[in-house]
Nanobody
Framework: EVQLVESGGGLVQAGGSLRLSCAASGWPFDDYAIGWFRQAPGKEREGVSCISSSYGSTYYADSVKGRFTISSDNAKNTVYLQMNNLKPGDKAVYYC???????????????????WGQGTKVTVSS
């Protein structure tokens, strides 16, 4: 059974940092992508960033480019999202997802991702 478990969310002041983790287990594929998405109250879910397991290529939404960094530790089957200079607009529940077909790029977030975690809440106070 594939499982994705997010952790690392919390409350931080504007300008602060958090690092989210997405631990994957039971994943049978060698080549895949892990994506981070977020959903703020009353808003649609949006893609934040994604990374390819094989090539390490990455993609970021314009709203987080230059502030967030996605990385992976394949030995630990864990993907991280380092979030710096957080803004109140970053407040949301953050989800990680896995896909066999997605590849980092502008169309990655529009496809149907195969597996999802339960989410971790990020609150940014002004």
């Amino acid at each position: 059974e594939v499982q994705l478990v997010e952790s690392g969310g919390g409350l931080v002041q504007a300008g602060g940092s958090l690092r989210l983790s997405c631990a994957a287990s039971g994943w049978p594929f060698d080549d895949y992508a892990i994506g981070w998405f977020r959903q703020a109250p009353g808003k649609e879910r949006e893609g934040v960033s994604c990374i390819s397991s094989s090539y390490g290529s990455t993609y970021y939404a314009d709203s987080v480019k230059g502030r967030f960094t996605i990385s992976s530790d394949n030995a630990k089957n864990t993907v991280y999202l380092q979030m710096n200079n957080l803004k109140p607009g970053d407040k949301a529940v953050y989800y990680c997802a896995a896909s066999v077909v997605a590849r980092p790029g502008p169309f990655a977030f529009g496809i149907e991702w195969d597996y999802w975690g339960q989410g971790t809440k990020v609150t940014v106070s002004s």
